[in-house]
């Protein structure tokens, strides 16, 4: 097969890290192109072809007409291989990074390009900023998902079964070694500090690490968008006197982190894939945190063992200022369904509420950093209220205290090795790539639908989908 991939960039990050794995896994069987916006900064071991127009649109800079964009692509394609590549393969196009990219892959379609369309992330998924309201998505070509919540919402959202490919990610298996390097008492959140992966829950949880084990945060966020948040909460650690190392990977290797960290831990709010999930067992580490059933439920089924992890941390709605809370939060809804033209009634909002605050507590997941700021304070400084928030929270009483379960590490460590790997992924490419060469489809998204199906009251956090400074 003669497969194309397509992205804006090969710089380091997830589609990458992805797009890098695909390779690996396809090089015996495929013959690979690659057309990037950008030139990467790693080569990939195969010819790249870089074509500026697909990269992120640049403030001044104006682009040319999508046609002259789509005969670029369609000559690079040509040129390398004269009876044209079997599939483009095209990743995260859904995202208004490039604003002529939707119109651009029409073109292509409509030049008898075969589109396999891998969507990481939604702009309905909490990214309105990325959002094209004007512009729909391509018809009549194919789609693949990285996890089943996003395949059903798919389904539901116009597209065939025919033409929608689940393909979940391989998992490349951390390589540590046997020796810990490094002397500190921490537990490890090895992440980029984006808003939705919570930070300030992992920090309140530093508040029931046992003695003076301190949280390590891997790296900083890229985005000006996130910087701002996470100044705030290095600025908040600092003042309050936390035992936060923010930054750590720049201090110490990634794998000697890994490899000597007490436990790892993930508080994410919201996630494609989930690799989170899957990667400390292939170090022999215990991970322990927030549960995302969405994601988590394509790992149960291949009989992971996640039952340790937990579902929200409770917290007593009275601690916070309801009616504030309350308003931005409505406001907050109101002005993303405007965003994604969709209607969401007064009543379901009410009643969203109703049911998240039924026990007079709410998941601190769904609090903004001003609401987690104060509630970290507050146990911080208050033991009464520390003790509080245990007895609605158990499993703080002995959270990372416990031991590590050699169990469930072997356990899921022999999971994810069997059923994530690179043999298991390369099966799965080249099945689906057949079926797009095989079947042509007829679909079309409802990009309505689609964004109802995101936007729903009923676990609507802040944190996700605000953007004001606070």
């Known amino acids: ?101 939707l119109k651009i892959l029409k073109i292509l379609s409509r030049n008898n390009v075969r589109l396999l369309l891998q969507i990481h992330d939604f702009a309905e998924d909490g990214r309105p900023w990325v959002y094209d309201a004007d512009e729909d998505y391509p018809s009549n070509c194919h789609y693949s998902v990285i996890n089943s919540r996003d395949y059903h919402i798919l389904l539901k959202s116009g597209l065939n079964k025919s033409g929608l490919h689940l393909l979940i990610n391989m998992v490349t298996p951390f390589n540590v070694l046997p020796v ?88 994410s709010i919201s996630e494609g894939f989930g690799f989170s999930f899957l990667e400390p067992w292939t170090a022999g580490q215990m991970l322990s945190g927030r549960h995302l059933a969405d994601i988590c439920t394509d790992f149960s089924a291949k009989d992971m063992a996640l039952d340790h992890l937990y579902d929200n941390i409770l917290i007593p709605i009275n601690a916070i200022d309801q009616k504030q809370f309350f308003d931005q939060w409505k406001s907050c809804i109101l002005e993303n369904a405007a965003t994604f033209k969709i209607t969401v009634s007064e009543t379901a909002i009410d009643r969203a509420y109703k049911n998240m605050t039924s026990g007079n507590d709410i998941d601190f997941g769904i609090l903004d950093e001003h609401f987690q700021k104060i509630i970290i304070t507050s146990i911080q400084s208050d033991k009464k209220f520390k003790n509080r928030i245990i007895a609605l929270n158990p499993f703080l009483s002995d959270f990372i205290q416990t031991q590590n379960n050699s169990d469930i590490i072997n356990h899921n460590r022999a999971i994810v090795e069997k059923k994530f790997s690179q043999n298991v992924y390369q099966n799965q490419l080249l099945r689906t790539y057949q079926k797009v060469i095989d079947h042509r489809v007829t679909h079309q998204i409802d990009k309505k639908s689609l964004a109802e199906k995101f936007l729903n009251p009923d676990n609507f956090s802040l944190l996700k989908w605000s953007h004001s400074h606070v």
Not at 58 to 85: M, N, R, T, V
Request: charged share 20%; glycine share 4%; hydrophobic share 40%.
């Open 1 to 101: 097969m003669k497969i194309a991939f397509l992205h804006y960039h090969l710089k380091p990050g997830g589609v990458t890290t992805v797009i890098r794995q695909q390779i690996r896994a396809l090089k015996d069987n495929c013959e690979i192109l690659i057309i990037t916006g950008e030139k990467p900064q790693a080569e990939l071991g195969v010819k790249t072809i870089v074509i500026p127009e697909i990269a992120y649109d640049q403030p001044g800079i104006e682009q040319p007409l999508p046609e002259i964009s789509g005969k670029k692509i369609i000559k690079a394609i040509s040129d390398h291989w004269p009876s044209g590549c079997d599939v483009l393969h095209v990743h995260n196009p859904l995202l208004s990074k490039n604003q002529q990219l």
């Open 180 to 267: 810990k390097k490094i002397s500190m008492d921490y537990v490890l959140y090895p992440v980029r500090a984006i808003r939705r992966k919570n930070i300030g829950e992992a920090i309140l949880l530093s508040l029931f690490f046992p003695g003076n084990d301190s949280l390590a945060i891997t790296l900083p966020p890229n985005s000006i968008r996130d910087w701002h948040y996470y100044n705030l909460w290095k600025q908040f650690a600092k003042d309050s006197h936390l035992n936060v190392i923010f930054e750590a990977s720049e201090h110490h290797a990634f794998l000697d982190l890994i490899q000597s960290a007490k436990r790892i831990i993930t508080t």
